[in-house]
């Protein structure tokens, strides 16, 4: 059993900045990715961001520029730095993470719980 625990989200005014972290634990072999998506009300869930286990990423075009991901290896985290903040950004982020189990040497897709990200003043 793999399970990843988010910190970080919050209030903060529009242009703030806000950096969630997640942690990922359990029965890990290997992480081969970890991202980040969010989720609003009525609409389904969107990839944020993503990081390979070699450094690659991929954002959405709305946080281009505005947020960054980056993963710590050895502590199996993942990092969002979330810069100059818009009250669209508001919603309920997840840490996704593709992970091979020890047990059985298979990959499996694990979602945290969600942290709420408001943006308002």
């Known amino acids: 059993q793999v399970q990843l625990v988010e910190s970080g989200g919050g209030l903060v005014q529009p242009g703030g900045s806000l950096r969630l972290s997640c942690v990922a634990s359990?029965?890990?072999?290997?992480?081969?990715?970890m991202g980040w998506y969010r989720q609003t009300p009525g609409k389904q869930r969107e990839l944020v961001a993503a990081?390979?286990?070699?450094?690659?990423?991929n954002y959405a075009d709305s946080v281009k520029g505005r947020f960054t991901i980056s993963r710590d290896n050895a502590k199996n985290t993942v990092y969002l730095q979330m810069n100059s903040l818009k009250p669209e950004d508001t919603a309920v982020y997840y840490c996704?993470?593709?992970?091979?189990?020890?047990?059985?040497?298979?990959?499996?897709?694990?979602w945290g719980q969600g942290t709420q990200v408001t943006v308002s003043s």
């Open positions: 996704n993470s593709r992970v091979i189990t020890i047990a059985t040497m298979s990959e499996y897709r694990y």
């Open positions: 990081i390979t286990s070699g450094g690659n990423t």
């Open positions: 359990g029965s890990i072999f290997s992480i081969k990715s």
